[in-house]
Nanobody, 125 residues
Framework: QVRLVESGGGSVQAGGRLRLSCAAS?????????MAWFRQAPGKEREGVAS???????RYHESVKGRFTISRDNAKNTLYLQMNNVKPEDTAMYYC??????????????????WGQGTQVTVSS
């Protein structure tokens, strides 16, 4: 069973930065296809923030373009999200998601099979 574990969340002031990581285990390097970061704020639906395929192509939610950068290290089975110039509206639980062996990009949560437990990001004004 593939396991995803997020880390790097915390509290930060608006304009600051955070780097989230997601380590995948129980899966061979190269078996993970698309990966993504989602977030869910209280009372809101989970939304796709950024997606990346195995070759490094990316797709972002309009609200984070130019501020967030998604990347991955396939050899380490690790996904990253660099968050710069964060805003209070970025406050949410952030989740890592993965789909085995299927490439492409998607910000639709229905296209992912494996999820982490989440890491909280809180941005104060």
């Amino acid at each position: 069973q593939v396991r995803l574990v997020e880390s790097g969340g915390g509290s930060v002031q608006a304009g600051g930065r955070l780097r989230l990581s997601c380590a995948a285990s129980a899966v061979a390097s190269g078996d993970i296809g698309r990966m993504a970061w989602f977030r869910q704020a209280p009372g809101k639906e989970r939304e796709g923030v950024a997606s990346i395929d195995i070759r490094g192509a990316t797709r972002y939610h309009e609200s984070v373009k130019g501020r967030f950068t998604i990347s991955r290290d396939n050899a380490k089975n690790t996904l990253y999200l660099q968050m710069n110039n964060v805003k209070p509206e970025d406050t949410a639980m952030y989740y890592c998601a993965a789909k085995l062996r299927l490439g492409g990009l998607s910000l639709d949560r229905n296209w992912y099979d494996y999820w982490g437990q989440g890491t909280q990001v809180t941005v104060s004004s």
